[in-house]
Each structure stands twice: as C-alpha cells, then as structure tokens.
Nanobody, 122 residues
Framework: QLQAYGGGLVQAGGSLRLSCAAS????????AGWFRQAPGKEREFVAV???????LYADSVKGRFTISRDSDRKTVYLQMNALRSEDTAVYYC??????????????????WGQGTLVTVSS
C-alpha cells in the first residue's frame, strides 16, 4: 500500500517535497513513479525512479524536480523547486514492475497511492 503526502499551498518560485511511503513493503526491484492530474486534464507523468535506480523526468519538470529513494527503500521523494502555477495538481505515486519501456504511461503502473494536492499560487 502506498501513502503519498507532503502537498500543500506554496507561492510560485517556492519548493515542496512530496513523500511516498511503502506500507508493509519496500521499493525493491520495482519502479516508483509520480504522476499528476490537474482539474479537467488527464493524468500525466512527472518522474520515475526505475528498477535499475535511474531516473526519468517529464520535460516540463526537468531541472526543477528531483526524484529520489531513501536508503532503506521504504520512501520515494519528489523534491519540487521553482514551482509554477501550472504545477498545481493532485500528485500520485505509483509502482510498476516494468523495467523501462512504458514507465511514462499510467497504464503500466499497478498500484497507486491516494494522491496529495499541490497548489501553487501566482
């Protein structure tokens, strides 16, 4: 079970760190990703920490967001800097057993957290 938290209200240019905890398990041999969904829009890929410990990012967040995994592999973080109003969305963490191909697509993820709301005020 995944638990996402850390969302909140922040001014444009500010920072937030989201956390995704694996309850009863770890992020071992599994990819952990973040997606987001803004009102009236489809869920979109943000970042993923792959099974081989590499990272992928959406172009819209590259250079501003950083995904990482704790050393005990029980928590995955999304550090979000230089936030913009267009980053406002509900952010979801999810896990996938896919090695690489498909990790930008929500259909390849089999377990999802409940989502945490990030609101960026301009």
């Amino acid at each position: 079970q995944l638990q996402a938290y850390g969302g909140g209200l922040v001014q444009a240019g500010g920072s937030l760190r989201l956390s995704c905890a694996a309850s009863g398990g770890t992020f071992t041999n599994i990819a952990a990703g973040w997606f987001r969904q803004a009102p009236g829009k489809e869920r979109e890929f943000v970042a993923v920490f792959t099974r081989s410990s590499t990272t992928l990012y959406a172009d819209s967040v590259k250079g501003r967001f950083t995904i990482s995994r704790d050393s005990d592999r029980k928590t995955v973080y999304l550090q979000m800097n230089a936030l913009r109003s267009e980053d406002t969305a509900v952010y979801y963490c999810a896990v996938s057993r896919v090695v690489l191909s498909g990790l930008r697509t929500p259909e390849y993820y089999n377990s999802w957290g409940q989502g945490t709301l990030v609101t960026v005020s301009s």
